[in-house]
């Protein structure tokens, strides 16, 4: 489990890497953040390039400049012009690398003068902006460049020759050769693709030239060296985090389980001693709280079964004292008879068998009696609502002949919660055994309590002595053996009640013995009794 929890937090931590190596998006937007940047260098170079073509303005402007199509009047001077960056890897093409420049017509001598002025100021500004810049006349010729191409012509590139004609254009183009470099901080260097921007030089409404800058994008690797040492940071957090909560989890979750699974194991082996062997403060410290609960549950099992095997013990050993009492009496009774038979009067041959006889019947009582004690300790009936004064009727009936019942206390309104004929066969036990114990009268009330309906049956009988009344529930305790009782009945009863989750105690320390029983109490539709 450990080396799971490991390995599931180590892929949550891999997580945001992958998502690095899939951010397309996130390369759009350094793609266009160049273009923004290099149309803002564009716009800086084309106002810079007019004011030295003022500066110079010795000749009339139709001598060093072209006409055009203004569409929309976007040139008209004085007026706003924002240019949104528009290029997305996503959708916009790559095209092939730019044309290189052809030789051709040379350049006026006025606009060689300009662009020997703008030359320096170019050159000087690449070392910041690192992009590559040209400026062409209205032809364009090549006369400002941080390269050395001064002279040639790229008029056939789609970028110079959008401009030309008064429409500024953003490509991305593949670049003509990819440099090998070895330090991360050149890695732009490496890039495949390139952005190119130009747009046209416009003074009096008039084209006088284009500028053309290109720049490799920066990579998401680059982005990332970039902020190298805040993103080690941040890894060597997420594995302390990582660390930290596999830690925690092991100690939680991992650790108690494994101590739960061998405390359960040595429990199984019927070693009863790993019940109590954990301190409470490794218990309480290191458990969450369904652990603690899964612990708790497997503890009073296993307490449960412990206890369920002392009572077979004990069970199996009274059971077997029960039943050599009449064996050996009708053992001896055979004995008697087989050695004895031809010596012995009519009187004493009758007295014999009827001592077999009736070994055999306490036999048989025994036995149904075990009989029924099983089936109420297995017995799993749902229990459902019932009126109770019906159950205790039928109940009366069936004894009114030996004994006088007085049921006036009996709530006619009590709906109890349980299973009617449990009821009945515990209080038939409960007036069995006052009839034995000599009583003529038996006398019945209820009382209601939240949630509960007590039943309360006494009797005026010889009652039960003071030191007698811990032990009336244990099972084979019994005052009344020579009368066939078999100390099974209040066990029988208790067992019977306890399935219908009910109670059943002596209410009673002195004066007439008084049995209480405990139902849930229900407020539903009682059952009919048939």
């Known amino acids: 489990m450990r080396t799971v929890l490991i390995g599931i937090n180590l892929t ?12 397309r998006l996130y390369e759009s937007a350094l793609v266009r953040q160049t273009e923004s940047a290099l149309i803002a260098q564009a716009a800086f170079v084309a106002a810079f390039y007019r004011s030295l073509v003022v500066e110079q303005g010795t000749r009339p402007l139709e001598t060093i400049s072209r006409e055009f199509r203004d569409l929309d009047g976007q040139w008209f001077d004085g007026r706003w012009s924002p240019r949104p960056p528009t290029l997305d890897l996503a959708s916009s093409p790559v095209l092939p690398p730019f044309p290189d420049g052809q030789p051709g017509q040379p350049a006026r001598a006025f606009a060689q003068q300009v662009g020997e002025r703008l030359m320096p100021v170019l050159k000087d500004a690449q070392l910041v902006t690192l992009a590559g810049i040209r400026v062409v006349d209205p032809w364009g010729t090549i006369i400002a460049s941080t390269g050395d191409d001064v002279g040639l012509n790229i008029a056939e590139g789609d970028e110079i020759a959008a401009a030309l004609l008064g429409e500024p ?11 090998e470099v070895t330090a991360l901080n050149s890695i732009s260097r490496s890039g495949g693709v390139r952005v190119f921007v130009a747009a046209p030089i416009v003074l009096g409404g008039r084209l006088i030239g284009a500028v053309m800058l290109s720049r490799t994008p920066p990579s998401i690797v680059q982005a990332l060296y970039a902020k190298r040492w805040l993103l080690l940071q ?11 909560m596999s830690l925690l989890t ?9 101590r739960l699974a061998d405390q359960a194991s040595r429990i199984s082996a019927g070693e009863t001693s790993a019940l109590n062997d954990e301190s409470p403060a490794d218990v309480l410290g290191s458990r969450t709280v369904e652990i603690a609960r899964l612990q708790d549950a497997i503890t009073d099992m296993a307490a449960t079964l412990e206890q369920r095997a002392n009572y077979l013990q004990d069970f199996s050993r009274h059971v077997s004292h029960e039943f050599k009492t009449p064996i050996a009496g009708i053992r001896g009774a055979i004995e008697v008879l087989q050695d004895h038979d031809s010596d012995m009067t009519g009187e004493q041959h009758a007295r014999f068998l009827h001592n077999i006889a009736a070994d055999a019947e306490r036999l048989h009582r025994l036995t149904e009696r075990l009989m029924e004690l099983t089936r109420a300790e297995i017995r799993t009936s749902a229990c459902e609502p019932f009126k109770l004064t019906d159950v205790v009727r039928e109940t009366v009936n069936t004894f009114s002949q030996q004994v006088v019942f007085n049921t006036q206390g009996v709530n006619a309104e009590a709906h109890a919660l349980g299973q009617p004929d449990v009821l009945n066969a515990v209080l038939e036990i409960l007036f069995e055994n006052a009839i034995q114990h000599e009583a003529c009268e038996v006398t019945v009330w209820t009382r209601l309590a939240p949630g509960i309906v007590e039943l309360f049956v006494q009797d005026n009988g010889t009652g039960i002595p003071s030191s007698n009344r811990t032990k009336v529930f244990d099972a084979f305790f019994t005052t009344q053996r020579d ?33 209480r029983l405990t139902l849930g109490q229900s407020q539903g539709t009682p059952a009919t009794r048939r």
Do not use: D, Y
Request: hydrophobic residues 55%; proline residues 4%; aromatic residues 4%.
């Open 250 to 258: 092991f100690r939680f979750i991992a650790r108690p389980i494994a």
């Open 483 to 515: 009368r066939g009782g078999t100390g099974l009945g209040l066990t029988i009863a208790t067992a019977l009640l306890k399935q219908s989750q009910g109670e059943l105690r002596l209410a009673s320390e002195n004066g007439p013995t008084t049995f």
């Open 12 to 23: 949550v931590l891999l997580l945001p890497v992958a998502g690095i190596v899939l951010m």
């Open 234 to 244: 941040a890894l060597g957090l997420l594995l302390v985090l990582v660390l930290v």
């Open 169 to 179: 254009s953003s490509r991305l183009r593949r670049k003509s050769e990819v440099v």
